[in-house]
């Protein structure tokens, strides 16, 4: 497995067929492994009550998710992809139960995860979902050697029946990530980064998981090291027939890793689909815009086009299409009315007045290469 992320191929035409749609994405994921209905997460971000009372503040909501569909199938990766502030990291947190939904449903294998109400009916799906965060070092207790760090979730679990097998099984899961059963000694500051990330994803994989949510996994690492991480991830998905929601600023380790890729804007999914669809011909505008802004690594000298504009504040969004203040699509219709997720000739779901009404041509992204880059 090469250290760098192969290039992302040049877009190919449009890839609707003469006669007919594709089939719809949605309907080439018939066995998700989890699905998300409607989920929405509103903060309260009021001032306290005294100050309301006297000041006569209102209540003020943060709708940082609001309305997220989402199928993700069995030893895939769905890759989720936004600014800064869109809600990615929320709805991760929601998927694995950090946070209550305000609204909507997460389903695991088919079963709601608000009706396991009892400590000892959630156990299991704790089990089979890890998170695996940004910063490595944040996440692993400093105080800890690595064995015990590593072994905590396989006591919790009771996976080993003696402390010799809860040791051969740290040294399993060590070389599985590429370190050595004598690392199990260490303290995490005694580790690289990329190391250190390598630790996270054998404390994640010591309670033998079936769904690993991967929050910018990469992102704090230095660029040489991000691929080698990457490619730990796809091999380890192989091996294991693990699942992943995958998220990240960078466009290049998403299409590295993804087999599906959501687009969200201020709490929403704009457009999604299967990977190859969504970066071969992205419909809606944000998704272009975001597209644009990779970096032309062939170098072929075209100017690189900044994403125009800022997200709006999620406590008072914009009326009708949350984007229409930065769209050069936008009309009427756009500010006074919020559009829904239609399915587009791709097969891609895509929520966008434009691309319904036909407005906004069919073409080709932007003749971009992709290289690895920070963020
Ligand atoms: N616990 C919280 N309380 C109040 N607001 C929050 C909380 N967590 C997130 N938010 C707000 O919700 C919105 C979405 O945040 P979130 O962290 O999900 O975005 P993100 O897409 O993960 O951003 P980034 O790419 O910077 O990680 C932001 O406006 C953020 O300020
Ligand atoms: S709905 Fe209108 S404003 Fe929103 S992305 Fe589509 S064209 Fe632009
Ligand atoms: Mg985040």
Known sequence: MPDHLPPVPPPTAPAVPPHGRRPDDAELIRDPLVEVQGLAKYFDVSKPFLNRVFEGAPRRLLRAVDGVDIKIPRGE????????????????????????????????????????TRRAARMPFHRRVQMIFQDPFASLNPRWRVLDIIAEPIRAHRLAKSAQEVRERVAELLTQVKLTARDGEK?????????????????????NPDFLVCDEPTSALDVSV??????????????????????????????????????????????????????????????????????????????????????????????????????????????????????????????????????????????????????
């Open 77 to 116: 990766t769905f890759s989720l992809v936004g600014e800064s502030g869109c809600g990615k990291s929320t709805v991760a947190r929601t998927i694995v139960g950090l946070y209550r939904p305000s609204r909507g449903t997460v389903m695991f294998e088919g079963t709601d995860l608000a009706t396991l």
């Open 226 to 375: 991000q691929a080698q991480i990457l490619n730990l991830m796809k091999d380890l998905q192989r091996e294991l027939g693990l699942t992943y929601l995958f998220i990240s600023h960078n466009l290049a380790a998403v299409y590295h890793v993804s087999d599906w890729v959501g687009v969200m804007y201020l709490g929403r999914v704009v457009e999604w689909g299967a990977k190859r669809t969504v970066f071969s011909t992205p419909r809606h505008p944000y998704t272009r815009m975001l597209l644009d802004t990779i970096p032309d690594i062939t170098m072929s000298g075209r100017e690189r086009m900044p994403v125009g504009g800022e997200v709006p504040n999620p406590i008072d969004p914009p009326p009708g299409c949350p984007f229409h203040p930065r769209c050069p699509h936008a009309n009427e219709r756009c500010v006074a009315e919020l559009p829904a997720s239609k399915v587009s000739e791709q097969g891609s779901h895509v929520a966008c007045h434009g691309v319904e009404e036909g407005r906004i041509p069919t073409h080709a992204a932007p003749g971009a290469k992709v290289g690895l880059g920070k963020g």
């Open 187 to 207: 303290f995490p500051h005694e580790f690289s980064g990329g190391q250190r990330q390598r630790i996270s994803i054998a404390r994640a994989l010591a309670s």
